[in-house]
């Protein structure tokens, strides 16, 4: 009934073909832009609901190629570029990974999320003075912006700054106190300091936290032996 009286409303399109993901139709929702893409193949936004369909249901490769024919159409869509370069990380293609996040935070330099995850994917190659400045970046933006404190806490300890990596997890502690990463992170630096006892809290605190946190308990396994 809705296509029926607004059938080239790109809005109405996203919210039907949502409306069925979100009720766990996932083919009806695939088949259903699969259509509308058969009745208007330049459809960026149709191509990008589509993408983001695979992309939440973890078909990465569907998702690529869906989010490339949306930047075909439109390629200043800069949630496409960031969508696509999400699906790269879980391929595990980094590279290409860190040039759609660069071409997100191009199209959008405030694009605080891109940054983030182009700090990541940094980390993951291990240039960490670049991982830095992507993390420092998305603080700058959002001084409230946890995973970036907590990101930027593992990059000072890497680079020997273990006071300023302290800082860093700290400061995340006091934006989100259930900060369970930032917790074990610190109690593996209150270790290199030789402070145990403190180090032993932090872990006990990530476990009550998190009981299943793996990495806690086995640090805090190796501090109690």
């Not at 073909?17 to 058969?38: L, P, R």
């Not at 369970?180 to 936290?209: P, S």
Request: proline share 3%; charged share 25%.
């Amino acid at each position: 009934q809705i296509l029926s009286f607004k059938p080239n409303d790109e809005t109405v399109m996203m919210e039907l073909g949502v409306a069925y993901h979100e009720s766990g139709k996932f083919q009806e929702s695939v088949n259903y832009f699969k259509e509308v893409i058969d009745g208007n193949p330049y459809s960026h936004i149709a191509w990008f609901n589509l993408a983001t369909i695979y992309n939440v249901n973890e078909d990465w490769k569907e998702a690529v190629f869906a989010y490339e024919m949306c930047l075909v159409i439109n390629e200043k869509f800069t949630a496409a570029h960031y969508g696509k370069a999400n699906s790269f990380i879980h391929l595990k293609e980094y590279q290409k990974a860190k040039d759609c996040y660069e071409k997100a935070i191009k199209l959008s330099p405030d694009y605080k999320e891109a940054l983030y995850n182009l700090g990541v994917v940094f980390q993951i190659l291990g240039e960490d003075l670049k991982a830095k400045d992507c993390f420092e970046k998305a603080i700058e933006i959002n001084p409230n912006y946890v995973d970036a404190h907590n990101n930027l806490g593992v990059i000072f300890k890497n680079l020997g700054e273990n006071e300023k990596a302290i800082d860093c997890y700290e400061k995340a502690i006091t934006i989100n106190p259930n900060h369970v990463d930032a917790y074990n992170n610190l109690g593996i630096i209150f270790v290199q300091l030789g402070q145990n006892q403190k180090a032993i809290d932090c872990y006990e605190k990530a476990i009550t936290i998190n009981p299943n946190h793996a990495n806690a308990h086995n640090n805090l396994d190796r501090k109690s032996t």
